[in-house]
């Protein structure tokens, strides 16, 4: 057994340990076989040597993200406790705090993951870039940021933001109402960015002067995108023609943002995804960058990150059956070609 006695006094312990010991309860939880005590700045752990010094490696972590002047919220904490290797990309520590733009009241958005940074990064190297990553990976939100950043230092004159109009597997059928109320259900994800970044009477102000447009895929045909930054969501439910014509709208002084998660086609059963294709064929072109983010990304609930998990390890049980399937298939053809040739 070791006993050990930390003192925390470089920040205030709330912050550690979260009001009414929120946090706290989450280290005590993760570690039940160690008594914890805490009183001021000083905890007491009573436990297992390699437990303790577990418990003490990360405390250090949050107390740096603390010093760092980073969010140590509850969420942040389950990461810590989870996983060293996770938290190494939730607390890369970028340029200017990580901080893409001040979203309403003053509220920092930033690149909260080592591969969200890569995508500023990309973005700013690239005329256009490709984000292609799962769920709750933050493609969509950090490509918003970037945008709204590029229209307040007036590198681009608008925003323009689209993504085709294709149902998650259902038929809605009729909807009412003129064509932005048809069209609005599909595009309510880069509204919510946009709420979170901009104070609504700036946004309404944007919209209605068409500075920022959020239109269906479909609208952009015939058009030349210039000046501007544009972001193309949910790429995957993108078929080839519909991919290649978005691409070839993009004009002088633009930039392009794609995202897409390969993983969540929508399309009907005939038609194939042309992300794919794309990512394959214009990889070789300089100015076009490629960013592939992962579960280790997701900044939604920890279990986000489990559930994606979970179908990745489902899917690669399911592509080796089919392997199988297939080997088997080909060994009983090849075994009846072998028995005609010899019965001959």
Do not use: W
């Not at 972001?231 to 002088?252: S, Y």
Request: charged share 30%; proline share 3%; aromatic share 4%.
């Amino acid at each position: 057994m070791s006993e050990v006695i930390l003192t925390i006094d470089s920040v205030d312990p709330i912050e550690i340990f979260g009001e009414h010991n929120s946090k706290f309860n989450l280290l005590k939880k993760a570690f039940p076989s160690v008594q914890m005590t805490s009183r001021g700045h000083q905890l007491k752990l009573v436990g297992e040597k390699e437990d303790v010094d577990q418990i003490r490696n990360k405390l250090e972590i949050m107390v740096k993200m603390i010093e760092d002047r980073r969010e140590l919220t509850t969420q942040t904490v389950e990461d810590i406790l989870i996983s060293d290797h996770s938290i190494e990309h939730k607390l890369t520590k970028t340029e200017e705090g990580g901080v893409i733009v001040h979203g309403k009241n003053g509220a920092a958005i930033k690149a909260k993951t080592r591969n969200q940074k890569k995508l500023v990064d990309l973005s700013e190297k690239n005329d256009i870039v490709f984000a292609i990553g799962p769920a709750g990976t933050g493609k969509t939100y950090t490509a918003v940021a970037l945008a709204v950043r590029a229209l307040r230092n007036k590198t681009v004159k608008k925003i323009i933001l689209t993504r085709p109009a294709v149902e998650a597997g259902e038929h809605l059928g009729f909807l009412p109402g003129d064509m932005k109320d048809k069209v609005d259900p599909y595009l309510r994800p880069l509204y919510d960015a946009l709420d979170d970044m901009l104070p609504m009477e700036k946004l309404n102000f944007f919209i209605t002067n068409r500075i920022i447009e959020v239109a269906p895929l479909a609208f952009m045909r015939g058009r030349t995108l210039d000046h501007a930054f544009i972001i193309l969501d949910e790429a995957q439910n993108c078929t080839t023609t519909q991919l290649k014509m978005f691409l070839t709208r993009i004009g002088p002084n633009a930039k392009a943002i794609i995202t897409g998660d390969l993983s969540q086609i929508d399309l009907p059963g005939h038609q194939k995804s042309g992300l794919r294709k794309a990512l394959d064929i214009l990889k070789p072109i300089d100015g076009i960058g490629q960013l592939y983010l992962g579960a280790e990304d997701v900044v939604r609930h920890r279990l986000v990150k489990a559930i994606i998990k979970s179908y990745d390890m489902a899917d690669e049980k399911e592509e080796m059956e089919r392997v199988r399937l297939r080997e088997e298939k080909e060994k009983e053809r090849l075994a009846m070609i072998t028995e005609n040739e010899y019965d001959k």
